[in-house]
C-alpha cells in the first residue's frame, strides 16, 4: 500500500470532570487526510484546504508529530500529506489533535503498522505542543483509541480504555469564536482548594464507575468540573444560558469541550439528544453569534480508513 485516505475525528475533551485527563471520540465530524509514499526522503505538506494552516512541516501540527514517527522509522522513503480540514481551529473538538493523530496513524499503516496505539500518541503529542504550548493526550487518545479514554500518565505514557455506555449521545454546540488553548491554560490558577481536589477526583472516579457499570444517573451526578470551567467559562457568550437549557430538557450533563468555546452535552438516547439539540441551538439562533451544531454517537473506533 503506498497510499492511504482516513477520517480522522473531532474529540471532546476534559469531559467536565476529568481536565487533562478524560476524552472522548465523536463520529459526525473530523478531518480527512490522505497520505502517501514518495521516493524523496522526509514529510511533505503538498495541500490544505477548509482553512488557512501552514505548509512547513516543522510549523503544522500534523507535520511535527509526522516528523517525531519519521525521524524514529528512518525509513528510506519519504510521505506526502493533504490535509482537508473540516475541525475549524480553535474550535474546543480537537483540530489539532485530529491532524497530529492523523498523521501518525496513517504513516504507521503504510509502514506496516510497526507502532501500537500508545507509541502513535506520543509522536502526535509532539504536534499537539505545538499548537497548545504543553504536551499532552486528553484530545489524542480518544482520536486514536476511540471511545472514551483516561491519561493515567504521561511520563511513561499510558493510556487506559474506559467502555462506552450503548445508549450514550453527544450533542456539540461550537459558537463562531476563536479561542485558543494557550489561551484557555492562561487564565486557570496553579493552584486549587483542597476541598475542590477532592470533588474533582471523587467525580472522576464516579463517572469512571459510571462508564463500567452503564449507571446514567451516577454518570450524569459526575459530570461537574469545579476546576476549569468556573474560569473558562466566562470567556464563552451565553454559555450558562446553554447549559441550563441543555440540562433543562434532558442532558445528563453539559460543559465545555476540551478549552471551549464548543459546549458539549451527554444525553441517553437518540430522541434527548434531539430535545437537546433543538434546545440549545435556540440559544444562539436569538443572538448574533454564527454557530454549528453537531450530533454524535460515541466513536468507539477511533480514526478510520476511508
Known sequence: MNQIHIFSPATVA?????????????????????????????????????????????NNVA????????????????????????????????????????????????????????????????????????????NLAPALFGGFTLVKSLA???????????????????????????????????????????TQWSNVGSFVHALHTEDYNLLSDSLNDVIAEPY????????????QRALKHGALGSGISGSGPSIFSLCKGLDSAEKVKTAIQNVYSQTSIDFEIHLSKINTEGIKIL
Do not use: W
Open 14 to 58: 476534559n469531559v467536565s470532570c476529568g481536565f487533562d485527563v478524560l476524552g472522548f471520540c465523536l463520529d459526525t465530524i473530523g478531518d480527512e487526510m490522505i497520505i502517501r509514499k514518495t521516493p524523496q526522503k522526509g514529510i511533505c505538506i503538498s495541500k490544505i484546504e477548509g482553512y488557512d494552516l501552514p505548509f512547513e512541516t516543522e
Open 63 to 138: 507535520g511535527v508529530s509526522a516528523l517525531a514517527l519519521y525521524n524514529d522509522a528512518n525509513p528510506d522513503f519519504g510521505f506526502e500529506i493533504e490535509i482537508y480540514k473540516k475541525i475549524k481551529p480553535g474550535s474546543g473538538i480537537g483540530s489539532s489533535s485530529a491532524s497530529a493523530a492523523g498523521s501518525v496513524f496513517a504513516m504507521n499503516e503504510l509502514l506496516g503498522k510497526p507502532y501500537n496505539k500508545t507509541q502513535l500518541t506520543n509522536f502526535a503529542m509532539k504536534g499537539e505542543a505545538l499548537a497548545s504550548k504543553c504536551e499532552h493526550a486528553d
Open 156 to 198: 511513561p505514557l499510558q493510556v487506559l480504555q474506559l467502555p462506552t455506555p450503548k445508549d450514550l449521545y453527544a450533542v456539540v454546540i461550537h459558537p463562531q469564536i476563536e479561542i485558543k488553548t494557550s489561551e484557555s491554560r492562561a487564565i486557570l490558577p496553579q493552584e486549587i482548594p483542597l476541598k475542590n481536589a477532592i
Open 232 to 243: 473558562r467559562c466566562q470567556l464563552i457568550p451565553y454559555f450558562d444560558d446553554v447549559k
